[in-house]
């Protein structure tokens, strides 16, 4: 039978998740339920200074505690674990450090000082409340844009000055096109920090195998991978003598996503004491030290005629990436990709965006949920909209007149982003469709004659989603991203093990990969395991982040299990003596056609090999079998998302009243798992857009370490969700794929952002910063009226 011939019967059913049993049962297994009886524990002295040098540590009191093995500052793990430096192939680019333990300066509070090793996780926060540590306070370099002038104190001794990254980007004659065009907009907008608030904070624990020597560090981490590798440089140790697990993991959104000093500290303490070490965060830690995402000042104008073509784009980009470049993304990750991404799913033919990366004394930045994406969209789908107001066009028709067309793709942006086929105008028209809109515009309007500042705003947007080898999933990243590689066995009982490199946190990757595996090989998905999240899997594996597990895991899934069911089919047509184009697998059984001869996997997997004598000595099967996909270019996602909102006038308070979303994420394995993916992102997106904002005070002082003063949605600011899909033409990744689990964070914000604008368009606002808090509306409405 003809692997073509086979008919997806999981692919594209809403197949209930395999992991929900033991998660909802309370069975799932978590870094914290792992720790051995004899494990010790780990407490940080941090930071509480955003830069100062250290001049010194008093630790016997707390040394002196019962129960304290040591206290350990960076002087003492010198010749232990070396410190890990994120390096880039990009030019003006400067590296900085990942120091398991702050040395001579801290730059951010909550910068691991001092660790406490105890016997119980009590003790060591107990004694590490008793360590004192002497500071001589260094300028502030807390201000983005001050940090970035050449007199700026400098932040990173190893460092020339803050920026560490500087890049332009351009196409056509920028400068020229805007100064000819008819008509112009632009604003200075900015987009706060945020953080990624996992449910599971930030945990790792490492344990000693004595005998053999080897290490296995259990962190809730998205790139087992990635860490196996940069630990394995830092602690000098071969890769077989080192495994990095990713066990259940509650929730990352890129938060996860990178090495952090913690891990270097509880894998070297573990090999000097030969016991397990783990730490795990509290949430105010969590918020401290884990990265932040976004935190962008974009100035940007559109060029456009009277027709409301869009004619030229410039940008000039700042990003405060914190105090250094995370590991292994680099300090180029947020800010590169905003300037990369800006010119959006528009035609356009003139661009030019210039982008500088500045370190500031707060915790580094790293990958969030969209990563640059947000802030380019938001920035693009304000100007549009500031257009279409200006040329008093619908911001529908705006979009329409220049979203990329069918015939134009391939399409080259200005910032050099080629997108494949992708549904750019069926978005917004079956978001329209979806969300009727002339209706509310009606509703709108009636809500208006009643005096309530009621808006509508619309977002659209593209990304690219699978990146295979031909460029990093982080600009100018040396480390290959682009590829993953699955193995997939049977073995003598019949039963199905399928290893990626992948690690789910949550998207469901036990369930989509295993409906790709029972389609392609005919098994059943009961008989079917997935083993992700470790990096003793394969040969090569970096993780999950950057909507690239469906694309890549489930390309490498269908090579594989097409490799093995080949196998299969010679294997059982020989024991039932067929031809192989008569033999047909379904549910892990197999048939002759026609016939009533067939052989379940188990009897086939026997024959294989436990029964002697069934196969010719020169034609012994395996059934067994690894491939690695690489889908180069990768594929394009995108979406139009619609909000409808409504803004107190007592409170300045806003409501989000409906929120649409139509998106073309190329085949769906698993529509429930895609739509849950969807209301997920769209509710982070609802955070950053009115809720959530890491504030750092002038001193460096992060005011907002708490979920008492850091505001995050709850099911009550929700509104109902509408998710459309559209499937305009199948990518040419294998399986038609694209990624989606990105996409809810980068579209919301901008259209929450516009929805804003439009319902106080009677007083002249304009939405140019998010999140758009009460005060911030206030504000806004208070100068409106001081100027009227």
Known sequence: MSEASARPKHVGSPVQRVEDPRLLAGQGSYVADLFPADALHIAF?????????????????????????AIVTAADLAGL????????????????????????????????????????????????????????????????????????????????SNILVERSFGRGEAAAAMAAAPHRVGARFRFHRKAPIAIEPRACLAV???????????????????????????????????????????GGF??????????????????????????????????????????????????????????????????????????PWTAALEPVQVASFLPGPYRLAAYRGHVRAVATSKAPTGPYRGVGRPISTFVMERLVDMAARHLALDPVEMRARNLITAEEFPYRTGSGIIWDRSGFQECLASACATADYAALRREQAAARAEGRWVGIGVASYAELTGIGSRISAAPGMPINT?????????????????????????????????????????????????????????????????????????????????????????AAAHLLEAAEQDIEIEESRIRVAGTDRELSFREVARAVYSEMGRFPRDTQPDLSGRETYDPYFGTTASATHIAMVEVDAGSFAVRVLRHIVAEDCGRLINPMIVDGQVHGGVVQGIGAALLEEIIYDERGQIVTANLVDYMVPTAAEIPPLQVAHVESELPATIGGYRGMGEGGTIGAPAAIANAVTDALAPLGIEINTLPVTPERIFRLIEAARSQG
Do not use: C
């Open 254 to 327: 890129g938060g996860k996503a990178s090495l952090y000093p913690e891990e270097l500290v509880v894998a070297a303490l573990a090999r000097r004491h030969g016991r397990a070490v783990g730490w795990v965060a509290d949430r105010m830690e969590d918020i401290l030290s884990t990265s932040h995402g976004f935190d962008e000042i974009v100035t940007a104008e559109l060029g456009f005629d009277g027709e409301g073509r869009l004619l030229a784009l410039t940008a000039d980009i700042l990003g405060d990436i914190g105090a250094a470049s995370i590991y």
């Open 81 to 160: 674990v070396r410190p890990v430096r994120a390096t880039s192939r990009m030019a003006h680019y400067q590296a900085t450090a990942t120091q398991p333990l702050a040395s001579g300066k801290v730059r951010y509070v909550g910068e691991p000082v001092v660790a406490v090793l105890a016997k119980s996780r009590y003790l060591a926060e107990d004694a590490a409340e008793l360590i004192e540590i002497e500071y001589d306070p260094l300028p502030d370099v807390s201000d983005p844009e001050a940090a970035a002038r050449p007199d700026a104190p400098v932040l990173n001794p190893d460092t020339t």
């Open 208 to 250: 000693i195998e004595r005998g053999r020597g080897t290490l296995t560090l259990h962190s809730s981490t998205q790139i087992p991978g990635i860490i196996r590798d940069a630990l394995a440089d830092a602690l000098d140790l071969p890769g077989h003598g080192l495994r990095v697990v990713a066990p259940d993991v509650g």
């Open 482 to 570: 682009g590829t993953e590689t699955a193995e997939i066995s049977i073995d003598s009982t019949g039963s199905v093990t399928a290893k990626f490199g992948v690690a789910s946190h949550g998207q469901g990757l036990e369930t989509t990969l295993s409906q790709i595996v029972a389609d392609e090989l005919g098994a059943r998905i009961a008989d079917i395991r997935i083993i992700q999240g470790d990096s003793a899997a394969v040969p090569h594996g970096t993780g999950t982040y950057a909507s690239r597990s469906a694309v890549l895991a489930g390309g490498a899934a269908t090579l594989t299990a097409r490799v093995v069911r080949r196998k299969l089919v010679r």
């Open 45 to 69: 002295r941090r930071s509480e200074h955003g830069h100062a040098r250290i001049l010194g540590v008093e630790s016997a009191a707390a040394a002196a505690l019962p129960g304290v093995i």
